[in-house]
């Protein structure tokens, strides 16, 4: 997209900058929940959300379409530790050792959150909306995590978006089943408001991106 204020991609690794509002925008402006339950649907897959600091939001988001029904299972709201342990399975030693905010909880969640409906891929939400730093993560880290059953992803030819952090260490964990598993950071500046619809935004264009066969990635245009 040219023009644009800030770099979706950060040159290092799996990163998105920039001010929330303007990261919200774009994202808003590349994606289509509409679509997303139409492209989910025509193809046969479910989606379950896991969310921290959006608190049902993202949820709300895809619900809002007509039909939603037809692809989303169901979410769960994990704003604390014992939440995200307890329902949606994710390592309570890694909770302990890298806090809530982190790349392998946000895969966990997404998986979790799959697990506990049967869906085929689940989509998480875990950050630091503020006003203040939270287990050592500055206000405006988010973390998006995706997680889809191996047997979607042979079936569609689905793979991770290009700028998303695989995640190879649990990919098989859960329910046994083999996964693929990711995530993405969001490195915001804004309000608590902002934050918590740019991470909302955000995760329906990870979701949308990995809804196509050939992802194009976030921020690159179709």
């Known amino acids: 997209m ?18 929330a509002q303007a990261v919200a925008a774009e994202a808003e402006e590349t994606s289509d929940p509409v679509e997303i339950i139409q492209r989910g649907a025509h193809r046969g897959l479910t989606v379950a959300t896991a969310e921290s600091l959006t608190a049902g939001s993202l949820a709300a988001r895809l619900a809002d379409v007509p039909g939603a029904s037809a692809v989303l299972l169901g979410g769960v709201v994990a704003y604390c530790n014992e939440v995200k342990h307890h329902l949606l399975d994710v390592d309570a030693e890694l909770l302990e050792t890298q806090g809530a905010v982190d790349p392998p909880v946000a ?8 697990v506990a409906t049967d869906a085929d891929i689940g989509i998480s939400t875990t950050g630091v909306a503020g006003p203040e730093p939270h287990q050592g993560k500055d206000v405006g880290t988010v973390y998006l995590g995706l ?17 998303c952090e695989e995640d190879l ?30 991470s909302v935004e955000g995760a329906l264009k990870l979701l949308d991106d990995f809804l196509h066969t050939e992802p194009s990635g976030i921020g690159e245009p179709r």
């Open 107 to 114: 895969a966990a969640m997404a998986r979790g959150a799959a």
């Open 2 to 19: 040219s023009g644009r204020q800030h770099n979706w991609l950060d040159e290092h690794g799996a990163e998105v900058h920039g001010g």
């Open 169 to 198: 260490q649990r990919a098989s964990e859960g329910d046994g089943a083999p996964w693929l598993a990711g995530s993405l950071l969001l490195d915001l500046d804004g309000d608590r408001a902002g934050i918590r619809e740019a």
């Open 147 to 163: 997680a889809c059953r191996d047997e979607a992803v042979q079936r569609l030819g689905l793979r991770l978006p290009g700028d």
